[in-house]
Structures are given as C-alpha cells and as structure tokens.
C-alpha cells in the first residue's frame, strides 16, 4: 500500500456521461499530480495542485477538470466521455512541489466507456 | 521542454543475467532524472533518481543507474536478473518549471520479461 487511495478502482459507463475520480494524497503530501495512462498514448501527465492551488497544466481536455479541496484530497471530473476516454487513470502525491521529489503513485482508476 | 526516450519496447533476459534498460534525455539545464517500475495492476513504484553527484545511482531492488552525461543517456541495470524483476519500467525527467510547479515527465515504458 502506498499510501495514495484512488477510488472507485473500477468504472463502466456509457458515452456522454460525467464522471468524479477521487484521491487522497499520502499523509504529510500537499501536492497531487493527475495522469492518465493509455495503451497508444502512454503515461500522460494532467494537471498538478500544490495545497489546494494549481500550479502545473498538462495537456488536459476542457472537459476534464479537477480540484484539491482544504483536506487535500482531489478529485477528477471528466464529462461528455468519449470511448477514446477510457484509460487508467493515475493519482500521485509528493511533499512539495520540488522537481527533485519522488512521487508516490496510487494504484489507479480504471475507466471504461461503452 | 524536457524529454526521454526509451528506445526499446521490450527486453528479454533470462534469469541470472545482467539487465539493461536503456533511456536517453534531452534536456535544458541539469537534468533531474528518475526510473520508475509498474507491476501489473499497480501503480508506478519509484526506483532511483539521478540530480546530481555520482554518475551510478543505486536504487531499489538492486538496481542501479547510469548517468552519462557525454551520451545524454540514464541506463536502469541490474548485475543479476529475478523472474519477479518482470515488469514495465519508465524513465522519467522533471520538466521545466512552470508557474510554480513542476511536471514530471515520463517516457514510453520498455516491458522486462525476465525468464527463468
């Protein structure tokens, strides 16, 4: 265990649809990073929020957004879902915002859409 | 803004073999470089990173790192390979800053098949 709690592990739905992916950061982490991770793509970096701020922006759609709330925990909002949506999605957590940190993987939340 | 490549999709040695996993960086500055590995159904695990200091790194599970910085490259070794070594490893750069944060950038992954 990691440390980093990703829910649900598991999601089907259906084309058009909103979906919410949670985390929880590590105890003592402050900043959450977002991947997504498809098999033709790869591991593909989102978004980062550094105690409850956004401070990095990867190539996100603008039907995705996310939060950090004042307990640091985040979540990822992904609306009017494509099939091309489905992916493994990755939250990762680390103490500060430092480049030279490791991050703390958890172990992920996997979106299908039909 | 930064890069890694990972030239090889798969490597396959058997068990007892010395492993290399190859990467190669391109980047502005000095690099910040990391491995990562993922088991199946797992998130990625860190192994080692490289900032600064000596060029061989060690890391987790007795693997070991080489930064070369002539050949931009960030070899992942192990002198003896495990069947349970098998697994999809990343290498990994920090990007540059941007507004305060920082992105970690990952490339393609290469999948180990170690065989008994």
New interface residues.
Partial sequence: DSGVTQTPKHLITATGQRVTLRCSPRSGDLSVYWYQQSLDQGLQFLIQYYNGEERAKGNILERFSAQQFPDLHSELNLSSLELGDSALYFCASSVEISGANVLTFGAGSRLTVL | AQSVAQPEDQVNVAEGNPLTVKCTYSVSGNP?L?W?VQYP??????LL?Y?TGDNLVKGSYGFEAEFNKSQTSFHLKKPSALVSDSALY?CAV??T?????????????TRLFVKA
Avoid: E, H, S, V
């Fill in positions: 910040y990391f990562y159904n797992r998130g990625l695990q860190f990173k900032i990343f920090r990007d800053p941007m507004a305060g944060g920082f992105k970690t950038i990952f490339g393609a992954g």
